[in-house]
């Protein structure tokens, strides 16, 4: 069995190119470079990147990394706002998006946030089975916000991330998360 290694790390000016394509590929161009590039220079900003050495299925002879997942938080007081989650079509299903969510809650809580929400579509289904999977919990909808499709933005929160459980639960998660990623061939560099 061949694992392919990920790597996760903050987004550098150098990797937008590889950003702008993959926004492009998962949300058909949410952001652009200039936000991309703010998102980089904010102190108050976590925008990660996922890597991996070779992509599955792919004749990789070239040995070059791939960009495979996106994520982002703001700190926003004790509140973790979280903008941006990501996974490339070819690699879904996979339990990268949940390595994303445990990281971005995993920094969340080591910089003492308490809580941490979002906003989805209310027809975007595998996204909010990932967020109910992690606890988080709706608390309100913004009727008719994405006005292409006429769907609600749903809010949802997750709160307790100073609670003394908490590091249970991301203990819990890691384990989780490390079997559903070596049984589908990928090592996790921390
Ligand atoms: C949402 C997204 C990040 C999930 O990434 P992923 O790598 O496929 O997710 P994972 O394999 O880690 O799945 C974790 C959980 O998410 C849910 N989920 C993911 N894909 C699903 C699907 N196709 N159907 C139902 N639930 C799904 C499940 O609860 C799953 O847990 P399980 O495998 O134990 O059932 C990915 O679908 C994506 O990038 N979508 C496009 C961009 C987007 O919509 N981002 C969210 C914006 S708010």
């Known amino acids: 069995m061949t694992f392919s290694t990920l790597y996760l790390n903050p987004l550098t000016i150098s990797d937008l190119p590889a950003a702008i394509e993959l926004d492009q590929r998962c949300f058909g161009g949410l952001w652009n470079l200039a936000g991309y590039q703010r998102e ?11 890597c991996c050495d070779r992509m599955q299925g792919c004749d990789d002879e070239d040995n070059c990394k791939h960009s495979i997942g996106l994520a982002c938080l703001w700190r926003i007081l004790d509140e973790a706002h979280i903008t941006l989650l990501a996974v490339h079509p070819d690699v879904q299903r996979q339990g990268l998006g949940q390595l994303l969510l445990y990281q971005l809650l995993l920094r969340a809580h080591q910089a003492q946030m308490n809580r941490a929400t979002l906003e989805v579509r209310s027809g975007n289904k595998r996204a909010i089975g990932l967020y109910q999977k992690f606890g988080f919990k709706l608390a309100g909808n913004r009727r008719g916000y994405y006005q292409a499709t006429q769907e609600d933005a749903l809010i949802f929160w997750r709160s307790g991330l100073q609670n003394p459980n908490f590091a249970l639960e991301l203990g819990a998660w890691k384990a989780m998360i490390l079997e559903r990623l070596t049984q589908c061939d990928w090592q996790w560099c921390e």
């Open 40 to 50: 980089i220079e904010s102190p108050n900003s976590d925008l990660l990147l996922l």
